[in-house]
């Protein structure tokens, strides 16, 4: 019997319709066009604007999309994990509320924190659970409401971030199509260059911590751009070595999107012609988990069987890492 591999096999997308352009955030911060798009790509971003609508809200309209156009039957789902770093509240699970309003009724679900990294940690983690035979459809969801811990008044993080949510089928594959190779990495001295500080069991809100406004997202760009340009391009060449992969045998890189200039350092570092480099931060910003499975709802149609795709990511914690993925259909 061949080994089973973790393919997915079927991709959904939702971004919210409200458009923030980098011309409205010039009358918001002191900021111009001009600079956000050359220091990162950006020229637009979605916000969810709704009253009461959270993370679950993105997660739900994606995972019904993928359900969708997949013609699956919900109730077939095992497990759905929604990989996010704004939940919808404390202690209830983003995840089960989502499983349920889709219909997996028969899934049990979780969410999984990694920051920007959550995505391609969830990948490793329902990768596992095929690859041993447990389960055999697993709903892999990245989604987040950015927009409900930024500080609008903040230009380095307000002009960066976006809400979105992507979501994945992962099941088992017998000719060797999906994830092939992982490395990933943390390291916790990171953590005071991204953070909220505020709202966690660390430091609770109170009326003067809220005036404080800590409870908002808050970094150090410069150091974050520089640990992730080294690191995220360090896992990509790395993984590409050690599988004997030269820049020929690639047909995509799928990096997280959160400024051109540092998925451009990857691509450079693995000598990688432009054509072959996922993009779509230009539309969308940095939507945290939910940039890699937007990579794929967007490129899906472009995705041949077989295609060697380098994931790559960097996010808060610090966490980052690369996985080699085999794309398993044609679309
Ligand atoms: O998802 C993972 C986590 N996040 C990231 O990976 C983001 C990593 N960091 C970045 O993308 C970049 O550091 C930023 C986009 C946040 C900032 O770009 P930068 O090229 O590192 O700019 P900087 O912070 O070095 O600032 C350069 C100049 C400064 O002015 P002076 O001191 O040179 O006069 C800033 O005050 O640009 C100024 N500046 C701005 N100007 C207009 C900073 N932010 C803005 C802004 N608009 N929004």
């Known amino acids: 019997m061949s080994k089973i ?21 010039e009358t918001m911060v002191e900021t111009n066009d001009e600079w956000i ?12 604007k709704d009253e009461g609508k959270g993370t679950s809200f993105l ?32 202690a209830a699970s983003t995840a089960a509320y989502t499983a349920t309003q889709i219909g997996a009724v028969n899934a049990f679900s979780y969410d999984l924190e990694a920051a920007c990294s959550s995505f391609l940690f969830g990948m490793s983690t329902a990768s596992a659970y095929i690859e041993s035979g ?25 002009i960066i971030f976006g809400d979105g949510a992507g979501a994945v089928l992962f099941e088992p594959n017998e000719e060797g199509l999906g ?8 390291n916790g001295e990171g953590r005071e260059f991204l953070q909220a500080t505020y709202g966690g069991s660390s430091y609770p809100i109170n ?26 391009a360090d896992v990509a060449e790395k993984i590409l070595k050690r599988n004997n992969l030269t820049n020929d045998d690639v047909a ?25 480099v996922m993009m779509n931060i230009q539309k969308y910003g940095n939507t945290t988990s939910a940039t890699l499975p937007l990579l794929l709802f967007d490129y899906e149609s472009q995705l041949k069987k077989g295609d060697n795709i380098v994931f790559a990511a960097f996010g808060g914690g610090f966490t980052w890492g690369s996985i080699y993925f085999k794309w398993a259909y044609n679309s």
């Open 59 to 90: 997660a739900i309209k994606a995972a019904e999309d993928l359900i969708q156009k997949k013609g699956l039957d919900p109730k077939e789902i095992e497990l759905v994990i929604v990989c996010t770093a704004t939940p919808d509240m404390k």
């Open 252 to 276: 995509w890189l799928a990096a997280h999107q959160a400024n051109k200039r540092i998925i451009d350092a990857t691509a450079n570092r693995i000598d990688l012609d432009k054509k072959k």
């Open 207 to 232: 009326a003067d911590t809220y005036n404080e406004g800590k409870h908002y997202v808050f970094q150090d760009g410069k150091t974050v751009f520089k640990n992730a340009v080294f690191n995220m």
């Open 5 to 25: 591999t973790a393919a997915i096999t079927a991709v959904g997308g939702y971004v919210p319709d409200f458009v923030l352009s980098n011309k409205v955030l």
């Open 37 to 48: 798009t050359s220091r990162t790509g950006i020229k637009e971003r979605r916000i969810l």
């Open 134 to 158: 447990r389960y055999k459809k697993i709903l892999l969801i990245g989604a987040d409401k950015n927009s409900s811990f930024i500080n609008y008044k903040d230009r380095a993080t307000c």
């Open 179 to 186: 994830l092939q190779d992982e490395l990933l990495r943390s």
